[in-house]
Structures are given as C-alpha cells and as structure tokens.
C-alpha cells in the first residue's frame, strides 16, 4: 500500500513539474451503492451494500475540455449479499475461512460480501465550455482494483450468527478489473478551484468469487459451482478540484 501511494505522489509530482497549468489535482468522498450478479440461476442477488469511495484524482489536460483522468482511492463495503434459491439442498462455500462447522449449508441462506478494494481508474474526461460558473462532463473509463480485505456474514441460518464477521480473503480474488461511465457537473468557486458533482456506473469484467472449495448439491446430485460473480456499483461524486 505504502508503495502504491508512493508511486502515485511521485507521477502527481512530475505531472506538475512538467505541465503545471495543464494538470488538475483533487479529491473525492463519494457514497456508492453496489451489488453481486452471477450467471447462475440458482445464485441471485439478495440486496446491495452502502459503501464509500475516498480517494486522490488527478486530471491532465491535453485540450482545453479534454483531459486523461486517473488517481487512486479506496472503495470501502462494496459487495452485496448472494442468495441460494430453495432448489437447492446444501451449499459448500467459504471453505478456505474460519468458520465453526462443516461450511455446509442449506438452500435458502444469504451470503454477504463486503470487500474492500484499493482502485486506480484510467478515464476520458470530455467537459463542456463554461456556461456562467457551470460546465458539464462525462467520464468514461476502467478501473483496476487490487482487494485489501473481504469480510462475509451469514445469513437466514440458525447455526451460524449472523452478526459474525468472517475472513473470507481466500475466497474473494485478489484483482477487480471493471468499466464504467459517469456526468456531471463543475461549479467554479474560484479562478483554480472548482466543486463537483455527479452519478458514475461500474460493471466488473472479472469473477469475483474464487469458488474454490465450492460445491452445490441439487436433487441429490453434487457439482462443482464456478459461476462468475460480478460486482456492480453506481456511485453519487462527490469532490473538489485544485
């Protein structure tokens, strides 16, 4: 982590040594609200998560309302719960954690995600001329997040406490690489600072899950389950710009 955002200060520091009325620096505290999908019918979403992005952005213009957009920031509590519909008789997940029992579980029972992701985005930023002291903007981009720590509960089963936080780190793949879009506006406070505020979309291209260990047991016939799980997250912006 530490080297991580030792590399970022120092590309922030040459962009400004190098380009100074060119590049942008600023900073965002943004609620989200995400969620898990799979490809499987059995496994369907079961509610969201709240979460927050808190991060550094810089924004390096190579026209006047166009710029390469970057940083690097934490999404803190994205993930989302995932419910095994009642077809199903048992369920083998999470068997890399330490959770007391057999990590056997009936159909019926939730399973929550809450990951939390450090995320360094690659966009276009595409801005308007200046109307008054507005402009507006659109953003898409990719983003590529590195997994720092996942927790998980379980739910609707009476052996296990649903309050109790798990590691669930060997089960959650250590990269996220996802697309998205976003718009907006600025409004000018100053001749070098501006507020901003939006609605961006992420939709992950990566399996989430590792589905190592992991089984499922339908009619009485067991299989192996590698259904992909994806995170999805829309995002109010919030921030400042320098």
Known sequence: MKNILAIFGLMLLTWSVQAQNDVRFGFQLSPSISWLTTDEIKINPNGPNLGLQLGMIGEYYFQENYSLATGIGFHFNAGGKLFYEESVDTVSIWGGAEIPGDNVYEGGTDFKYSIQYVEIPIGLKLRTKEF????????????LGFRTQAKGNILNDADVDSQEDYNIQSAVNPINLSWGIGGGLEYTVSSNTAIFGGLSFQNGFTDVSKDKNTSIVVNGRQSEEDSKAKLISITLRLGIMF
């Open 132 to 143: 008054g002291y507005v402009r507006y903007y659109v953003e898409p981009r990719i983003a």
